[in-house]
């Protein structure tokens, strides 16, 4: 799964530097947290269903069919949520054999009809209602709810939003519209029969063997799937859906879209058969599968989910040409198809060892960005995830990778057991070499075919092809928490040049070894060493034959954790140049920009704004104040025409920012012009540009502007309209939040709130604090951004209290006590949530 990411979506600071992982608050449970116990096993699981959209139900017939695991048994549990169970029975070779049962709402519990021994195959058929819209289940930062089956529009009653139904399975949803053994060491053949009104289209794993038109105007689809798979790996979907197709060695690779979007799917998905050629080929495992569908659907609650041989995604990969100039959904693309490897092919047996699916599936994002393009790529990729990770910790704490004692299965999905789990692998792909990592992978693989894995077979692996204990490794990296925080002292003495390192990072933190490399740049030459820290203080030293330009320390930049050092912008400079790593430059120009007053930090910085990565031309042009006349007539010609000619958006519309923010009305004209912009995003950061040079000018430019560019820049016009506050533009902010996804909910709701701070209606003020906690409620924001909100409705109504203090007696010094007794209600309100 590519977990859907909140952090960043914001469009306003008052959420800055809350991530959606807090994993130094985390609390470890006691209670330890074991892989499921197999009494019985699954062998095949085949549905019958078809689905009631008034009522938001699906009716299901289902015949499973299992085996005890090893002793013999004559009972039977699964895991069924939320249901109306009409019939349980054993399948006899002439007729079924009601059986007893029991049920609380969650797991049936039946009595066999005898005593069953290992091997001896059993099958259970069972009607039921599966009604999902009735179920109350708390999802997570990843998965933002857990009802297993939803219902997008099913009444039509929603302009502009098709009518679909689809699943979502992990962690333990699948049981929601199912009968099933709910655990991912459960594996089981399928077969899946959807009856649907003609005019849909559908998908589900593995092959679709049949269409069968029916009487009533509706068709009934069976997909059977002939090798073994996670329940939570099922899967569904329904609706209008136009399919591109294509053949990748025999066999089929389909992308369903909206129709659209249908011209757009080999733009968007485009690059799918090149990524199962790299797959296939780094892990030695051809791709496993009979086929690779992916579908993307409406109000999805996550970012994607690797259904077995049928990726789901969220819409926000579904782009036209002009929304793929802003940025693409390749990465998710990349993950989720790697999934079908780790994750599918070889499930983590339980959600304590999910780091070995999700971990891999984001590695999968770092080693194809380095092949399909180049390695600066691929380490950019690297740099941030790991600060991904870092940006969600303090003082070096976090979670263990494998955690046997969470709260909540839901709790394993952050920060954690994908990007840190992935620089963790990266790293040791590093310290064993390419050929034996990828050979123990495919040894990992192959081992465990069809089958379930731990963070120790993976280990094992690792040892059995290289002939070395990782025990170390695996007991730091994966079985400890925490970082290293590494404060490193350069000096040169006496012909030596010496490195002092400390492991800063809270004592509670283990104290890591770290093997690491460092070259030396002096006197013309590079100095390669190798150097082992494995205590809190150290000191290395290394003859040399003049003063070094540059201590590269870490020079692979493989270290999971953070280096405070004590360089020099000359250094830094140097480092630029002569040891251009990505991780390398982007440093270089971020201290660099934290020195900008310095000339010679301003000529290195207008170097940089040439650099081959558009992030670091980005940074770059972030360190130049044009309210400096001396800096703008430096550099103010280069961002302009960065700002209209540079091949990346996100580069045009910084440069449009930073000329905006000299409040010289002679860059004017640029940002107008950057209004024809094909980009979204930098006809966004036009509308900004322009509320800060001329804003008077606004209300006109924003009203020539088409629908479909409005639709498309929320974040930028809820910024202009909460610095204007006029009661005119509440709509706008109304119509998006109360009817959005998380995502554009998301872009808005900051901004929403400091609208309501600025205006001064308190009708406004009560209706919208009311809209913006029961939509939060309704995405599931509230429980993991609640506190914040509540801190700044709190700010708000101290500011409003103080204007009133100030204020004449009257209407308005009412109506500021009545806004400000409407802010410290929605503050108690989330308070308590």
Known sequence: MKKKLIIGLFSLTILAGISTVNAQEAKVNPTYRVTAQKVNDLVHTKLDVSFDYAKRYLYGKEWVTLKPH????????????????????????????????????????????????KDEKYTVYIAYTAKPNELVIKGSAAITDAKGLYFVNPDGTEKNKPTQIWTQGETEASSAWFPTIDKPNQKTTSEISMTV?????????????????????????TWIMELPHSPYLFMMAVGDFKITKELWKGKEVSYYLEPKYAAYAKAIFGKTPKMLDFFSQVTGVQYPWNKYSQIVVRDYVSGAMENTTATLHGESVQATDRELLDGSGESTIAHELFHQWFGDYVTAESWSNITVNESF???SEIIWKQHDVNKDAGDRTRYEKLNTYLNSTQKGQSPILVRFNYNDKEDV?????????????????????????????????????????????????????????????????????????????YDYKDGNATIDVKQIQDASVQTFTLPLKVTIHAGGQKIAKDILINNREQSFSFPVSAKPDLIDFDTDKILVGEVKDNKTLENFIYQYNNAPSFANRIKAVEFAVSKNKEASGQQFLLTALKDQDDAIRAAAAKGFNLKDDAVKAMVGSTLANMAKQDKVSNVRAVALARLAMSGDKTYLPIAQEALKDRSYKVIGAAVQSINMLEPTSLPGVVARLDEDTKAHIPSQLAQVYAALGNDEYNDFYLNIINHADINKLAQVVGGYATYLAKNTNPKIT?????????NMDRTKLTQYYGKQFATVFTGSEQAKLKAAESAATGTVKDDLIKQAAYFKAAADDLAKK
Do not use: C
């Not at 249901?83 to 797991?107: H, R």
């Not at 952050?414 to 990592?437: C, E, H, R, T, W």
């Not at 990296?477 to 590494?486: E, F, N, S, V």
């Not at 604090?769 to 029961?774: C, G, H, N, V, W």
């Open 197 to 221: 009104l003609s005019k849909y289209t559908t998908l589900s794993n593995g092959k679709l063997t049949s269409q069968k038109a029916n009487a009533n105007g509706t068709r009934t689809d």
């Open 70 to 117: 090893f002793y013999a048994t004559d009972t039977l549990t699964l895991d069924a949520k939320g249901m109306d169970i009409k019939t349980v029975a054993m399948v006899g070779a002439k007729a079924n054999i009601p059986l007893k049962f029991t049920y609380d709402n969650e797991k049936l519990f039946i009595q066999l009809n005898k005593k069953y021994v």
């Open 766 to 774: 009560q209706a919208g604090l009311q809209a913006i906690i029961s």
């Open 413 to 489: 999905f952050d920060n954690i057991s994908y990007p840190k789990g992935a620089v963790i692998l990266y790293a040791l792909k590093n310290q064993m070499g390419d050929d034996a990592f990828f050979k123990s992978l495919n040894r990992y693989l192959t081992a465990n075919a069809f089958k379930n894995g731990e963070a120790q077979q993976l280990r094992l692996a690792f040892e059995e092809v290289t002939g070395k204990d990782w025990s170390q490794y695996f007991n730091q990296w994966y079985y400890a928490g925490g970082h290293p925080i590494l404060d490193v002292k």
């Open 361 to 363: 599936a984001a590695f």
